[in-house]
């Protein structure tokens, strides 16, 4: 047997140990392919249908950038990864040592043991990533809105770049296996594994600190959900709850565990006294990584909640619900609005798609506000669909919610506020109105949190002549003119919304402005957009989710020579296969489940705060990402369950 063929066989007989660190390489370089599988992909490059250049620029900077992180997350998670399992061979090294291999060789089985993995795991990478080519393709392209898909191509370019990249990455971390286990006498090195461990301690008073923050910081959040917009205080509040994470794993869980241990009861009752004090050193050997399992998770269903939500068609009707908008100033030529209203509507005619066009005129008032007529607000409401108001009296008046903001304020006003007397000025024009309770469907869209007062048509041509009279010239010279279109399934104009809009903007008037809108292309923009950031952001999230899922493995793994002995000592003293599944069982839950339910709980409070934002309901995205993690969780959990307590059962007598 030459020294290569001694190489592999160490790694086939290490299996076991080697099998997380191989499977979160292959993930790593097949997640990194599909990176690179999109972005070189000819409709990215250059360009989506119907998309901004902005999005086209994104998708190749941001998929570039994910790369990046990929490349120098990977190598990080990889190195410490393969420095753990080094700690784990130290008595193996020891006895090599002794029988005569000298330092160079050892590190020269070293490289070779990590080449042989890393060639395999780019292999199986590149492999898995192009079987999984055309599913992702076709994910991605529902995600950025794509019509006929992402077509797929041959990624020869992909593949290059990948292979290559962690080529290199595996030759670093070969190089630098070596120095991982340098240090360290011969018989430290055999006697590695004999070393006690003290007894994990923790603080009281850092325990309670641990609340504390993470209370502070969801108080945070929420008062800047709820109207404070105050970006530091956001920042702070997310680092609040990180610090206090990280002493929640680092010091309360220890000092719950030792609490329990103190209650003589509970700690005696059955197989509590080896579940409790296998436990206190369970949570702190791994509290940095349940910590980082934590704040990964978290970031990772956070991200792509609100990408989700961000992107749902309902929300973007709900801030605008008109198909098409078109404004245009009070000296704009008339020849040119009428030319472009009957392009408008010919348009919508030609694709057979039922429309109501409404207008309005707005009135400034003194204060920043806006004045409607009722009859403009009542058009535009009933074909929308929503309730049609009446104003009994010439001096009543009601407002309505311009945006989601002014719209959660209406919400949160109380009824029996209402009716209050109000003062309109135009100019020196003045009418006192009685306010009626406010109309919170959002029907007048405008970009500011002005106030938008709905008034009689006789007050509103009142006021507006007066202050014609006042100033001595036309007010609608300087008034803008806005004009709507209602389309009841304004997704059905997809097909022909770029093309008008880019012959609407192609021509200009000489004199004033036009500014003509849609809706569904400023979705598709909006959607595609946020459909780069959703799959940058959420590969990362599954890659680190997958390198914390190897890591609780390989933590499980590493101490298993040291279980096999404690349970089988225990076993000759009566410990049962029922009980050592119960033990097992409950030492798994912890390990597996404790770090996903911080994150989800750190993730509700963000989606509430969102839903404050918003004033829409991100319950069904939320619910989707937490399935789908918890899913995976699930069936990681039950799979290392059944090998690790099958190997125990074996060993058990």
Not at 274 to 296: G, P, Q, W
Not at 512 to 523: I, N
Not at 594 to 623: G, K, N
Not at 624 to 635: A, D, E, L, P
Request: proline share 3%.
């Amino acid at each position: 047997m030459n020294f290569r063929q001694f190489a592999i066989n160490n790694v086939v007989r290490n299996k076991r140990i080697y099998l997380a660190h191989f499977l979160s390489s292959t993930f790593s370089v097949m997640i990194f392919f599909i990176y690179a599988l999109l972005l070189f992909h000819p409709d990215l490059k250059d360009g989506l249908k119907g998309s901004s250049q902005t999005v086209t620029v994104l998708a190749n900077q941001g998929l570039m950038i994910a790369e990046i992180i990929i490349f120098i997350f990977s190598f990080l998670f990889l190195l410490y990864s393969v420095g753990s399992f080094l700690k784990t061979r130290k008595k193996e090294f020891g006895i090599f040592l002794m029988l005569g291999m000298t330092r160079r060789q050892m590190n020269r089985l070293l490289f070779m043991e990590n080449m042989c993995i890393g060639i395999a795991s780019i292999v199986a990478g590149i492999g898995l990533g192009l079987i999984f080519g055309k599913l992702v393709l076709l994910i991605c392209g529902s995600m950025l809105a794509v019509e006929n898909s992402l077509r797929f191509y041959f990624p020869l370019k992909g593949i290059v770049l990948t292979a290559g990249a962690f080529l290199l990455l595996f030759v670093i971390i070969a190089l630098c296996s070596s120095l991982l286990i340098r240090k360290g006498t011969l018989i430290e090195l055999v006697k590695s594994e004999e070393k006690p461990k003290p007894e994990p301690k923790a603080s009281r008073l850092l325990s309670l600190l641990s609340v504390v923050l993470i209370g502070g910081g969801y108080t945070g959040v929420f008062i800047f959900a709820w109207g404070s917009y105050i970006f530091p205080l956001l920042f702070g509040s997310v680092l609040s709850v990180i610090a206090g994470t990280y002493l929640l794993f680092t010091q309360l869980s220890v000092y719950v565990i030792r609490a329990l241990k103190r209650n003589e009861g509970l700690f005696l009752r059955k197989t509590n006294l080896l579940l409790l004090s296998e436990l206190t050193y369970r949570m702190k050997d791994n509290a940095v990584m349940f910590f980082m399992v934590s704040v990964i998770s978290a970031s990772a269903f956070t991200g792509i909640g609100s990408m989700l939500t961000i992107g749902d068609p309902r929300l973007s009707s709900m801030t605008n619900p008109y198909a098409f908008t078109y404004v245009n100033s009070g000296d704009t030529d008339s020849a040119v609005v009428d030319r472009h209203m009957r392009k408008i509507e010919e348009t919508l005619v030609d694709h057979e798609v039922p429309y109501v066009k409404g207008s309005y005129q707005l009135l400034y008032e003194n204060n920043n506000n806006y004045i409607i007529k009722l009859s403009e607000y009542n058009r535009l409401a009933k074909a929308l669909g929503y309730e049609e108001r009446v104003l009994d009296r010439n001096d009543l008046a009601f407002n309505t919610a311009p945006n989601i903001a002014a719209r959660k304020k209406l919400l949160d006003t109380k009824e029996d506020s209402y009716p209050y007397s109000a003062d309109l000025y135009v100019g020196e024009q003045h009418a006192q109105v009685q306010m009626l309770p406010p109309a919170t469907d959002i029907v007048i869209p405008i970009d500011s949190e002005t106030g938008v007062y709905i008034v009689s048509d006789d007050m509103y041509s009142k006021i507006r002549e007066a202050y014609i009279a006042e100033i001595g010239m036309d007010v609608d010279f300087y008034s803008n003119q806005t004009t709507f279109f209602v389309v009841k399934d304004w997704m059905t104009t997809r097909s022909f919304a770029p093309e008008l809009l880019d012959s609407i903007q192609k021509d200009p008037p000489e004199k004033g402005y036009v500014d003509f809108s849609s809706l569904v292309v400023d979705w598709l923009n909006n959607k595609q957009t946020n459909g780069i950031i959703l799959i940058v952001s959420g590969l990362i999230g599954i890659v680190f989710f997958t390198f914390a899922a190897s890591f609780t493995y390989f933590r499980l793994y590493a101490d298993l020579e040291r279980d096999e002995a404690q349970y089988r000592m225990i076993g000759k003293m009566g410990l049962s296969r029922l009980e050592l599944r119960k033990i097992v069982t409950r030492q798994l839950v912890l390990m597996f489940f404790l770090p996903l339910l911080v994150a989800l709980i750190h993730s509700s409070v963000a989606f509430a705060a969102l839903y404050q934002l918003v004033q829409f309901s991100v319950l069904e995205h939320s619910l989707q990402i937490f399935m789908v993690f918890v899913s995976m969780q699930i069936i990681f959990f039950a799979l290392v369950r059944w090998r690790y307590l099958r190997h125990m059962y074996s060993k058990l007598v």
